[in-house]
């Protein structure tokens, strides 16, 4: 657009030379507050409870800003953190244990200390930012009480006189509730979600709901979202490969019921072909939720998805000779007629292998049933309205990485040689490699889901490369050994190789390599979900000298038990980077009535000597350039 244009548009927006000059003088006053508290989580897993609650306590933030501008001596901080965190059932616990005067009087003394908080935390953002923030019904009454309260000792009882009509009113509940969620918002300016928000637990929907109306966020895509993705953007093979995860942890009814997707002709073609067996028992959060029909139910369709998956695998293998994955055709090894399959040169026998709709003669081909089952499924899962609205919000926020505030946001790995090269993709004539592969993948995934229609082209094909290839950045291991951890008993075919890079991301100069390449300083960080860290081996998630942080949220139940923690998660503000390690959630119940908080110990990462104003973070740099547009225009206002 030539200068003159941009100008002349720009100018629109203002009516007067005034108020160019008012705008200016606002955009100054923004680049000298402090940076925005960013928080980072990872790997949710569908544990809708427990993320909500991480976000509710902002990783321990509320009770930092709680202990610095309240008197603990005088205030239970317990108690308070409690109401912030959950209002409205706070509030219905003491209206069951206090009588009328009491509750008014407990009315009162909250309105007043949440309205303290609310000024401390609002602190670091313009009026204008907190005049947003603030729900339109009570924003009067709010921004009345803050004001008021910045000259409290002669205000008293004028305050007192306002806070009193509130109750009289009876709008003191709805009010202290807005006040909580407004100290929740203000505690934590923006979130990334650094991937896998589906699969494993019962409620990925919901946390897709809650970072829809959540203020500010980004997501870095997870090997786990791409196959819901990849399903939405057309591929047979990863929407199956969803239905039998979803099957193997009980989770169907998030596909049927809240999805909308008809699973009944699933359900009876693998009642047709299936027997139930042992190793195929769906995981189970809670036992008790499923009748014995159901989870006989799931564990044939399980059985059936996954020769399915293998089937429509072997299919995409041969159509690839580029994804250098013909090791992974499974039914192409199998002896059908002993029931053993040959793997590099080793003959291993099948233990419970039931294939019964697989012609020998050519194994990866669906039946005809197969094809309409298939065919339809993927029709139901893309006509599926609020799927759709939570796979373009995927779309709209993810990113297979970020660059933000000096650091790398990434779900797996950047794939490595064990010399440290980075290791490449050759997709035609060209090697992708470090950056240019993740830039590669994701104008693949855009593309693909841009094109719903296509179920067998490159770009689709290379979504399901994302979720198991050996060079892809969310998988980042060599194989994905789901058919032999079904099918055959020796232990050591179930291993899969990790890349290179999560042993050389503990060396501080592997990761500055990595950070160069995507144009970073090398003071930055990488922020890594995707493996769990074993604190109760002795693992450490701060690694490379500070400058790698691993920070996957070990919300899934299932691998608690492996990192003896419910993990880590990340905040960074104007004074550095703090790691919070947090335990295991047991339910909003317990925490309200107990006040019992998810114990988050908190690790100082890095402390930097100034306060990081926002002049110097990314966004910073943008209101930097509106300035300087600003001030042009300012100057030949009258010419444009
Ligand atoms: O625990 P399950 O359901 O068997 O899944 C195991 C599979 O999940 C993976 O670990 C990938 O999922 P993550 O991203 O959660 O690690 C595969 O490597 C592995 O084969
Ligand atoms: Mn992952």
Not at 96 to 108: D, G, L, N
Not at 178 to 199: E, S, T
Not at 527 to 540: C, D, L, R, S, Y
Request: with cysteine; net charge negative; proline share 3%.
């Amino acid at each position: 657009m030539s200068g003159v244009n941009y100008y002349s548009l720009l100018k629109e927006n203002f009516e007067n030379k005034e108020n160019v000059i008012t705008e200016l003088i606002n955009l100054e006053a923004i680049l000298h507050l402090p940076k925005g508290t960013e928080h980072f989580i990872s790997d949710v897993h569908g544990e809708y409870a427990a993320f909500d609650h991480v976000l509710r306590n902002g990783s321990g933030s509320v009770k930092e800003k709680l202990a610095e501008c309240l008197d603990k001596k005088t205030v239970d901080i317990d108690e308070l953190a409690t109401l912030i965190y959950y209002p409205e059932e706070k509030i219905k616990l003491e209206k069951e244990r206090k009588t009328q005067e009491e509750v008014k009087k407990w009315y009162a003394q909250q309105i007043q200390l949440l309205i303290t908080v609310v000024n401390y935390t609002s602190r670091k953002y313009t009026r204008s930012k907190v005049h947003k923030a603030l729900p339109s019904r009570f924003s009067y009454v709010i921004e009345e009480l803050l004001t008021e309260k910045q000259q409290e000792s002669d205000k008293q009882a004028y305050i007192q006189a306002i806070i009193d009509n509130i109750i009289q009113l009876r709008q003191a509940a709805p009010l202290i509730s807005a006040l909580c969620y407004v100290i929740q918002r203000f505690v934590v300016d923006h979130l990334h979600v650094v991937g896998d928000i589906y699969d494993r637990g019962p409620a990925p929907d919901r946390i897709m709901e809650r970072l829809i109306h959540y203020h500010s966020v980004d997501i870095q895509w997870g090997n786990h979202d791409i196959i819901w993705l990849a399903s939405m953007a057309g591929s047979p093979l990863a929407l199956i490969n969803v239905l039998r995860i979803c099957a193997r942890y009980g989770n169907l009814a998030i596909i049927e019921d809240r999805y909308g997707v008809n699973l009944r002709p699933l359900v009876e073609y693998s009642h047709k072909y299936y027997q139930v067996l042992d190793k195929f028992s769906p995981k189970l959060e809670d036992e008790t939720d499923f009748s014995a029909a159901e989870k006989d139910s799931l564990n044939k369709i399980q059985q059936a998805t996954a020769i399915l998956q293998f089937k429509l695998e072997g299919q995409l293998i041969k159509r690839r000779p580029e994804f250098l994955m013909d090791e992974r055709s499974m039914l192409d090894f199998i002896n059908y007629t002993n029931s053993t399959i040959s793997l590099q040169g080793k003959i291993y026998s099948l233990v419970d292998f039931s294939g019964p709709t697989i012609d020998p003669d050519n194994p990866c081909e669906l039946t005809g049933e197969e094809e309409e089952l298939v065919k339809n499924l993927l029709l139901s899962f893309q006509n599926s309205e609020p799927l759709r609205r939570h796979m373009d919000f995927l779309m709209e926020k993810g990113n297979m990485y970020l660059c933000y505030n000096g650091n790398l946001l990434l779900h797996g790995c950047i794939p490595l040689h064990q010399n440290g090269d980075f290791k490449s993709l050759r997709i035609g004539q060209t090697h992708y490699s470090g950056k240019s592969l993740l830039d590669f993948f994701e104008a693949q995934i855009r593309y693909s889901y841009a094109h719903p229609e296509l179920s067998n082209d490159f770009s689709t094909d290379l979504l399901w490369y994302l979720w198991t290839g050996e060079c892809s950045s969310l998988f980042g291991k060599k194989v994905m050994a789901t058919f032999e951890r079904y099918y055959i008993e020796d232990k050591q075919t179930h291993h899969e190789e990790k890349n290179a890079y999560y042993r050389l991301r503990n060396q501080e100069a592997v990761c500055q390599e990595i950070l160069k390449d995507f144009g970073l300083p090398i003071t930055g960080h990488i922020i890594n979900g995707h493996t769990p860290v074993k604190a109760n081996q002795g693992e450490n998630p701060i690694k490379a000298n500070g400058r790698m942080l691993v920070i996957d949220g070990g919300f899934a139940k299932s691998y608690q038990k492996e990192t003896g923690l419910a993990g880590y998660t990340l905040l960074s503000n104007s004074y550095g980077l703090q790691l919070v390690a947090h335990q295991p959630f047991s339910s909003v119940k317990e925490s309200v009535e107990q006040q019992k908080d998810i114990l988050s110990t908190k690790r100082l990462v890095e402390r930097v000597e100034n306060r990081t104003r926002v002049s110097q973070t990314n966004i910073g740099k943008k209101l930097i350039q509106e300035k300087k547009a600003l001030e042009t225009l300012y100057e030949n206002y009258d010419f444009y």
